[in-house]
């Protein structure tokens, strides 16, 4: 059984940085990109960007590049996002999904969200 | 970038409805148009993919079809589950943006 498993919620000052990962089990980890999806309170969804685990390349979302960076440890199946200097325009809640490649890509699976807050 | 158009951004609608959504993008692409459903306080939920193909699970009423910029997913009879938020997104041209939702609501 494909799953994607998220680390869970975060309280965070503004300036701080924040690792939140996913962990992907049920599948070969390094042949399925993982993408991240921001849902900001209230809002809809927005496209932050893709890594693909076999060989870390990445796409980011213009918006969003030089705010965040994806990494991804094959060794123990599990992508990242980090921050250096949060925001409190950061606060919202963060999925990873896996991205499949027939048909054009989509996110198949979904991990259950981390919600970060940054507030002083 | 590609911007997502979704209409309405609200509807209601009764259980046995048939309803269509649509989704329009800001210039033509190819047939990588996705669906998603979103219930509150829940991960979004793969509908269909590439504009015509239903994810595994998801039940024959749901089906969507379009092509160029216009898009639409259609519930032939609405059941008391369907009642979420539904987004389209465009996987054509990085960034893979998302339309900004339509809100399914009960009658």
């Known amino acids: 059984e494909v799953q994607l498993v998220q680390s869970g919620a975060e309280v965070r000052k503004p300036g701080e940085s924040l690792r939140i990962s996913c962990k992907g089990s049920?599948?070969?980890?390094?042949?399925?990109?993982i993408g991240w999806v921001r849902q900001m309170p209230g809002k809809g969804l927005e496209w932050m960007g893709i890594?693909?685990?076999?060989?870390?390349?990445?796409r980011y979302s213009p918006s969003l590049q030089g705010k965040v960076t994806f990494t991804a440890d094959r060794s123990i199946t599990t992508a990242y996002l980090q921050w250096n200097s949060l925001r409190a325009s950061d606060t919202a809640i963060y999925y990873c999904a896996r991205s499949r490649g027939d048909f054009g890509n989509y996110f198949d699976y979904w991990g259950q969200g981390t919600l970060v807050t940054v507030s002083s | 970038d590609i911007e997502m158009t979704q209409s309405p951004s609200s509807l209601s609608a009764s259980v046995g409805e048939r309803v269509t959504f649509t989704c329009r993008a800001s210039r033509p692409m190819s047939s990588w148009l996705n669906w998603y459903q979103q219930k509150p306080g829940e991960a979004p939920k793969l509908l269909i993919y590439g504009t015509s193909n239903l994810q595994s699970g998801v039940p024959s009423r749901f089906s969507g079809s379009g092509s160029g910029t216009e898009f639409t997913l259609t519930i032939s009879s609405l059941l008391p589950e369907d009642f979420a938020s539904y987004y389209c997104q465009q996987t054509y041209s990085p960034p893979h943006t998302f339309g900004q939702g339509t809100k399914l609501e009960i009658k």
């Open positions: 049920g599948y070969t980890f390094t042949n399925y990109w």
């Open positions: 890594i693909y685990p076999g060989d870390s390349d990445t």
